[in-house]
């Protein structure tokens, strides 16, 4: 029989995570190797602990566990028909079940296929158990994403823009519809997954799944591999793509346009193209959020006595005016007049910048040194 992970940790199959966790501390502490040297039999018997709390105590390996219960898939760990792990799915073909057994499923890889969506641990390795690699469903995969990096000015990222760039990009192949094989030619079982589709890692008591590498989760390869993409099923195509830039996006911002990525395989999905847009620096600008910043200079004797100065906005040019007594870094606020997204607006801050010259004439020196003298 398999391991009864319940049994080994002494707790109910409705055990909470507590109850499991102090179940493990305790005969963790019994059983630790550094309290039993030289005890083979508590050095098995803590190692199958530390197994029964790694798959008990995360609930997606748990609830798989449960499953494999409940059907009964604890025949054996190693014989004719051993599935992963330490499973055995021989029983499901030996007469003991039936397809009417399974409420309409054709075996109980389907079952968990159903259940778990094609990429559970316990679904692949049923299919290899029961020795129908052959006819395994292909795997369908998800595309990867495309990533790219998109440049824009300041001013095209306050209004929006439309932009349109050119991908060297996979496609499935229009000669062999992404089979790989040169129409007519046939296919193979694959021979480095024996058909099954997917390659297995044993991982502790599971064995994790991933599509073949060599026929990509489709379990054959071509009798004569496709003359166009040499049997890779997909070919480097160019293309132009639009891609409307939101008025108000921020330097790093993401867009996604689904479906542009790389194809899928075996009916699987598309992948998408995501682009990080790149904001240009301006020369006078600076965003933060909503808000606009910007700078202004002003001589020693215009911040006295205050002035009007021209200041850009983002839509046009004011006078601003700048208060009697004006200090260097003084930051005034023109309310409205930052960047409008979803109908708020934000704001612009103008910080007053007091130049002080280098050098001054002996008349100007003269008159310096009279203020000071009233100050």
Same mark, same amino acid.
Request: positive net charge; aromatic residues 6%; charged residues 25%.
């Given at each position: ?12 199959? &409705? ?11 305790? =005969? ?7 309290? &039993? ?13 530390? %197994?029964?709390?790694?798959?008990? &105590? ?35 073909? &030996?007469?003991? *079940? ?9 075996? *109980? ?39 790219? /990096? ?10 929006? /823009? ?58 054959? /390869? ?34 996604? =346009? ?61 006078? =601003? ?12 606020? =023109? ?8 109908? /708020? ?28 003298? %009233?100050?």
């Amino acid at each position: 029989m398999s391991k009864d992970y319940y049994n080994i940790l002494g707790i109910a199959e &409705n055990a909470s995570k507590a109850d499991i966790k102090k179940a493990f501390r305790s =005969l963790a502490k019994k059983y630790h190797p550094d309290r &039993n040297q030289g005890d083979k039999t508590a050095e098995a018997k803590f190692k199958d602990i530390s %197994e029964a709390y790694d798959v008990l &105590n995360d609930d997606k390996k748990r609830q798989q566990y449960d499953m494999m219960r409940k059907y009964g898939a604890f025949a054996g760990t190693g014989g004719p028909g051993g599935g992963a792990g330490g499973f055995d799915f021989s029983n499901f073909s &030996n007469g003991s *079940f039936s397809a009417e057994d399974l409420g309409g499923f054709g075996s *109980f890889a389907d079952i968990f296929s159903s259940i778990f969506g094609g990429n559970d641990i316990f679904g692949r390795a049923a299919r290899a158990g029961t020795g129908r690699g052959s006819r395994v469903r292909p795997t369908a995969t998800r595309g990867n994403d495309l990533s790219l /990096t998109l440049s824009i000015s300041f001013e095209e990222s306050i209004s929006g /823009t439309k932009k349109t760039i050119a991908l060297n990009k996979p496609e499935t192949c229009r000669v062999c519809s992404g089979t790989g094989a040169e129409p007519g030619s046939g296919q193979q079982t694959c021979p480095q997954c024996g058909g099954r589709g997917t390659i297995s890692t044993a991982q502790g008591a599971f064995s994790v799944s991933r599509p073949c590498p060599r026929c990509f989760g489709r379990g054959v /390869t071509p009798g004569q591999s496709c003359r166009v993409c040499n049997g890779t099923g997909q070919t480097k195509v160019k293309k132009k793509i639009a891609v409307k830039i939101p008025a108000g996006v921020e330097d790093g911002g993401k867009i996604r =346009l689904r479906g542009i990525g790389n194809p899928g395989r075996n009916g699987g999905q598309n992948g998408d193209l995501i682009i990080t847009v790149a904001v240009k620096k301006h020369q006078q600008f600076e965003r933060k959020g909503q808000n606009i910043y910007t700078s202004v200079e002003v001589s020693y004797p215009q911040a006295v006595l205050g002035c009007k100065v021209p200041v850009k906005t983002l839509t046009k040019t004011i006078n =601003l005016t700048i208060p009697p007594g004006t200090g260097h870094g003084t930051k005034l606020r =023109l309310k409205g007049m930052g960047l409008a997204i979803n109908g /708020t607006k934000g704001d612009q801050y103008v910080e007053v910048n007091i130049t002080v010259p280098k050098k001054v004439s002996s008349k100007q020196k003269k008159i310096l040194e009279e203020l000071q003298k %009233e100050m």
